[in-house]
T-cell receptor, first 113, second 110 residues
Framework: EPEVTQTPSHQVTQMGQEVILRCVPISNHLYFYWYRQILGQKVEFLVSFYNNEISEKSEIFDDQFSVERPDGSNFTLKIRSTKLEDSAMYFC???????????FGPGTRLTVL | SQQGEEDPQALSIQEGENATMNCSYKTSINNLQWYRQNSGRGLVHLILIRSNEREKHSGRLRVTLDTSKKSSSLLITASRAADTASYFCADNFGNEKLTFGTGTRLTIIP
């Protein structure tokens, strides 16, 4: 069964450093999303991406965040200057244009020191 | 607020028993999805129920939807130790983003 994959599984970085989280969507899925989950809290929406542009973003998704699909397969989330409060699990999700189900990847655990 | 609330927050049952968890919203449900999350892991999609559906089955899972009460229930029958996880409901309310509930932590006691 096709799966969403994410790399790395765990990223440790120093405050102020840039990180790039990568996602490989399910083939033929055209809608892409990033969510995050701070330890012990709800899963929160960050951004949705379709047709090479952001379709919706949350208040969390400020100027420090960006997304792109650089090569038509990977979907990336960049955090330019990480803060301690960016420590969380980051999930990529994708969906097919004809269905509403969003399928999630295994997540990247980001730890900012 | 559109945020979903699951109930109970935590549930412990004996293996083989049925587990029921509920999800409610303050606004109308659109495409309610249930997910499972094992500790520290990703979200596994379980089932989606649309606003015009009342019940849906998938294996040992049964989901019901009561639009008048803006609530949904997930029933897991004949529970197994491997069902131990957190269960979340989420809806998109006609938007792209999913709004997740607070989750029910289910523990199956062998």
């Amino acid at each position: 069964e096709p799966e969403v994959t994410q790399t790395p599984s765990h990223q440790v970085t120093q405050m102020g450093q840039e990180v790039i989280l990568r996602c490989v969507p399910i083939s033929n899925h055209l809608y892409f999303y990033w969510y995050r989950q701070i330890l012990g809290q709800k899963v929160e929406f960050l951004v949705s991406f379709y047709n090479n542009e952001i379709s919706e973003k949350s208040e969390i998704f400020d100027d420090q965040f960006s997304v792109e699909r650089p090569d038509g397969s990977n979907f990336t989330l960049k955090i330019r200057s990480t803060k301690l409060e960016d420590s969380a699990m980051y999930f990529c999700a994708t969906r097919d244009r004809n269905y509403n189900e969003q399928f999630f990847g295994p997540g990247t655990r980001l730890t900012v020191l | 607020s559109q945020q979903g609330e699951e109930d109970p927050q935590a549930l412990s049952i004996q293996e083989g028993e049925n587990a029921t968890m509920n999800c409610s919203y303050k606004t109308s449900i659109n495409n309610l999805q249930w997910y499972r999350q094992n500790s520290g892991r990703g979200l596994v999609h379980l089932i989606l129920i649309r606003s015009n559906e009342r019940e849906k089955h998938s294996g040992r899972l049964r989901v019901t939807l009561d639009t008048s009460k803006k609530s949904s229930s997930l029933l897991i029958t004949a529970s197994r130790a491997a069902d131990t996880a957190s269960y979340f409901c989420a809806d998109n309310f006609g938007n792209e983003k999913l709004t997740f509930g607070t989750g029910t932590r289910l523990t199956i006691i062998p």
